[in-house]
């Protein structure tokens, strides 16, 4: 299983960090041994502004040691190919994007499934966008299996309640997703490594992991030999 230690900016410097350049924290996450990171620009994921210029920079001097995911909220086509022209391995559409069938479609024909992972955001066993309080009629499994159909690879999986919370990612909804065979990746709510583990027990590709690291409670080179075992 792949560890994505993720860099959230907000207002200019890594969110729930005492560190200030992201990508100062990236480096160290490769001199500790990262492969990836997962890049948020939270501002635009929330509405209130944007770090464009900063993501710029970022995706230029991450890309020459770590893999670089980025996340947030991706949702119009010239923003996907703004970030994977920077640099981007991987981008991830958004939730509201992905429901898309459309445009999920083009965006698989122009760029490869290796590029791009679906977003699959969800609440109370219903697909919801994040920041969005409503859910869809729709649920995590059917929206995954309509983006299997156009060619999508690899989910990245959220449950909104626990994003950010401590409290434990979803593997039972994680594991539904997997058993149609797409990569999942799961996001929101990792505390520990015995979380970790389970994710890997659970048959996941990857497990997103933020707050729980910049808070110290376990480092990263504990994570990667977690998900090494």
């Known amino acids: 299983m792949e560890l994505y230690p993720a860099v959230d900016v907000q207002g200019g410097r890594v969110a729930r960090s005492a560190a200030r350049d992201p990508l100062a924290v990236a480096r160290q996450f490769a001199r500790t041994g990262a492969r990836w990171v997962h890049f948020v620009d939270l501002d635009r994921a929330l509405g209130t502004g944007d770090n464009r210029e900063l993501a ?42 992905t429901i898309d069938a459309t445009l999920v479609s083009r965006l698989l024909v122009r760029y490869g499934a290796d590029r791009l992972a679906v977003g699959i955001d969800a609440r109370n ?67 520990s490594l015995d979380d970790l583990r389970g994710a890997a027990n659970a048959g996941l590709a990857g497990a997103i992991v933020g707050r729980a690291l910049h808070e110290g409670r376990f480092t990263l080179a504990e994570a990667l030999a977690c998900v090494a075992a």
Not at 66 to 78: H, I, K, M, R, S
Not at 129 to 144: D, F, H, I, K, Q
């Open 125 to 191: 066993g219903r697909v919801a966008a994040r920041g969005s309080t409503t859910a869809m009629e729709l649920t995590p499994v059917e929206l995954a299996r309509r983006v299997q159909s156009l060619g999508a690879r690899t989910a990245i999986y959220t449950d909104a309640a626990r994003d950010g919370a401590l409290s434990g990612p979803d593997l039972d909804g994680a594991r539904t997703i997997v058993a149609l065979g797409l990569d999942v990746i799961v996001s929101g709510g990792v505390a």
């Open 56 to 97: 710029r920079r970022f995706l230029a001097g991450a890309r020459e040691e770590l893999n670089v995911q980025v996340g947030g909220a991706l949702v119009t086509e010239t923003a996907i190919a703004e970030m994977l022209e920077w640099g981007a391995t991987r981008v991830v559409i958004g939730t509201r994007a």
